[in-house]
């Protein structure tokens, strides 16, 4: 009954809401829950619960064709990298790139970062 | 449980204060600079909830891309930030806006204050409260091209709908999840962003992502 009761509510002030938002750009999944872990939680665990929610996330934009949220790309490089993987995180920060031109300065100095690291 | 805490964060929106504080906006600086791409910084804290700036950080990424910008990932912007000796909201003010341009590429940068961040419990009421100030830079010229506040506040209901039974099922069901847990403010800074981005003549223009750009301008001119 009272469960009943705030649904109704709910129900209402969501479509109260939604009268005045434009519809959404992007499908964001879990990527405010995977900030949140990373914040949260800094130990390895936390970090591949995070990278496991950007994960799924990509592979359904793949799978629909859709265009991933600012951010998403790089941010999952970000992990891979962390996580000892130089050239896949390479070949999202050129995803990155290619998706959302603005990011192309800050990718291209990040990767060649990488890379002069790298060892020949 | 965890169902209980839904409808109380689309409550909130109910008693959702707007903060509009000064005269009307002028945006001739930001049409001026038409920014693509925004870089958010680490908030300053004026709070003394030490974990309020990373919070924050989490949810304000989602309302600024909605709008059609490029927006930065705020966790890596943050590491490259404390790689380059800025660990925090303090020094991030004192940098000159071009370093930011030259460093990530950014059009802009945006800094949030963080003015409120608390749980008040009053007798028989309780009101959690979300405010901040943010302020867009251009990283050119270095002038601010936007500036706003929010103020979200989440009360028990313990006012006005005391009376009624749903006042009172509210109430205790805020009352019960403010004292079972330690309270998540991620609802209450959601909001904070969202409204402060598309709140009419105050918020930010459209930017190249949504359909609305350069078409929604008149809203903001005068």
């Known amino acids: 009954m009272i469960s009943r009761t705030f649904q109704v509510l709910a129900l209402w002030a969501c479509l109260g809401l939604m009268g005045c938002a434009p519809p959404s750009l992007y499908d964001w999944g879990q990527y405010e829950d995977s900030l949140y872990i990373r914040q949260k939680d800094a130990s390895e665990s936390g970090q591949a619960e995070a990278f496991k929610m950007l994960e799924v996330m990509i592979q359904e934009a793949d799978a629909k064709n859709y265009r991933v949220p600012p951010g998403v790309y790089a941010d999952y490089g970000y992990l891979l990298f962390k996580q000892g993987k130089p050239d896949q995180a390479i070949t999202y920060f050129r995803k990155e790139a290619v998706l959302y031109k603005e990011s192309k300065y800050l990718m291209d100095s990040i990767i060649s970062r990488i890379e002069q690291r790298k060892p020949q | ?201 105050q918020g930010l223009p459209t930017g190249p992502y949504g359909s609305d750009y350069q078409k929604d301008y008149a809203n903001y001119r005068d």
């Open chain 2, 1 to 201: 449980m965890k169902s209980a805490y839904l409808p109380i964060a689309f409550l909130a929106v109910l008693s959702l204060e707007a903060c509009a504080t000064g005269p009307k906006p002028d945006y001739s600086k930001f049409f001026e600079h038409q920014p693509r791409s925004i870089l958010i910084v680490p908030p300053f804290n004026k709070t003394t909830a030490v974990d309020a700036p990373g919070f924050f950080l989490t949810t304000i990424s989602q309302p600024f891309a909605e709008k059609g910008y490029y927006v930065f990932p705020v966790f890596l912007t943050r590491d490259i930030l404390i790689d380059m000796g800025l660990p925090d909201e303090g020094v991030l003010s004192q940098v000159q806006p071009q370093r930011f341009r030259e460093t990530f590429g950014a059009d802009a940068v945006l800094f949030v204050t963080i003015k409120a961040w608390s749980t008040a419990y009053v007798l028989l009421a309780s009101a959690v409260t979300v405010e901040a100030a943010y302020k867009l830079v251009d990283t050119d010229s270095g002038e601010v091209i936007w500036e706003a506040s929010q103020r979200v506040v989440q009360d028990s209901g313990g006012g006005g709908s005391g009376g009624s039974l749903v006042g009172a099922l509210v109430g205790a069901a805020v009352k019960a999840a403010l004292h079972a847990v330690i309270t998540d403010y991620r609802p209450l800074a959601r909001q904070a962003n969202s409204f402060v981005v598309i709140k009419r003549r």
